[in-house]
T-cell receptor, first 114, second 111 residues
Framework: NAGVTQTPKFQVLKTGQSMTLQCAQD?????MYWYRQDPGMGLRLIYY???????DKGEVPNGYNVSRLNKREFSLRLESAAPSQTSVYFC?????????????FGNGTRLTVT | KQEVTQIPAALSVPEGENLVLNCSFT??????LQWFRQDPGKGLTSLLL?????REQTSGRLNASLDKSSGRSTLYIAASQPGDSATYLC??????????FGPGTRLSVLP
């Protein structure tokens, strides 16, 4: 009963370092999303993948890249981390073509860039 | 561009009270609207989903309504309990392309 699994849970980076956040879902959903959550800003969409093989920019894509590795996995990469990328990152999935499909979230990755 | 707002930003009530949380959105062309709960340091948990053709959904002590024409949704919590303390967020699904979230209402239920 895993749902959406994110790794790592916590990460501290120095400015300029790179890292990849991993996300996997076991619900056979077509659509997957990456959000960041900042105090006072709410949840903002970074990238999404409507289906395997496709990715699209969201509201705040600059400084990030994504890969939809297969139907289960959607990774988020920071090529050169900046302090402005300090945030909590959430991965989510849904069966977006069904109107009754809720959005399922992972537990988040808390990232600090110093 | 879809914008979602929530009122109030924070709410503190004594245990047992009934309460209403409000969500407003600017573009009525939505697939559905969802209400989520977020506990500190945790991810979001889906509480209720209302499809665009529906007016309300109920789960236990929770009832959510949707008025697409006016761009409003309410989450009604009956007989509140301390365990209901959390941040409640609403989100609208813009035809499956993305979900736009409100900033949330932080609820504290005092014993």
């Amino acid at each position: 009963n895993a749902g959406v699994t994110q790794t790592p849970k916590f990460q501290v980076l120095k400015t300029g370092q790179s890292m990849t956040l991993q996300c996997a879902q076991d619900m056979n959903h077509n659509s997957m999303y990456w959000y960041r959550q900042d105090p006072g800003m709410g949840l903002r969409l970074i990238y999404y993948s409507a289906s395997e093989g496709t990715t699209d920019k969201g509201e705040v894509p600059n400084g990030y890249n994504v890969s939809r590795l297969n139907k289960r996995e959607f990774s988020l990469r920071l090529e050169s981390a900046a302090p402005s990328q300090t945030s909590v990152y959430f991965c989510a999935s849904s069966e977006a073509r069904r109107r009754d499909s809720p959005l399922h979230f992972g537990n988040g990755t808390r990232l600090t860039v110093t | 561009k879809q914008e979602v707002t929530q009122i109030p930003a924070a709410l503190s009530v004594p245990e047992g009270e009934n309460l209403v949380l409000n969500c407003s959105f600017t573009d009525s062309a939505i697939y559905n609207l969802q209400w989520f709960r977020q506990d500190p340091g945790k991810g979001l948990t889906s509480l209720l989903l209302i499809q665009s053709s529906q007016r309300e959904q109920t789960s236990g002590r929770l009832n959510a309504s949707l008025d697409k024409s006016s761009g409003r949704s309410t989450l009604y919590i009956a007989a509140s309990q301390p365990g209901d303390s959390a941040t409640y967020l609403c989100a609208v699904d813009n035809y499956g392309q993305n979900f736009v979230f409100g900033p949330g209402t932080r609820l504290s239920v005092l014993p």
